[in-house]
């Protein structure tokens, strides 16, 4: 069980060290929609019925 954690942890640390780039570029993009979006309708719901 524990041969099998450690080989998870390091195949995990493997894709992260590969995957960062992308990863963060795909975070950087779905955060940046999600803002977006959120401003959106937090102006349509806040600003526009006052």
Known sequence: ARTLALLLM????VQ???GWGQVAYAAHLVGG??????????RDL???PS
């Open 10 to 13: 390091a195949i995990t640390l």
């Open 33 to 42: 929609l999600a803002g977006y979006l959120l401003a959106r309708r937090w």
């Open 16 to 18: 992260l060290v590969v």
């Open 46 to 48: 806040f600003v526009l």
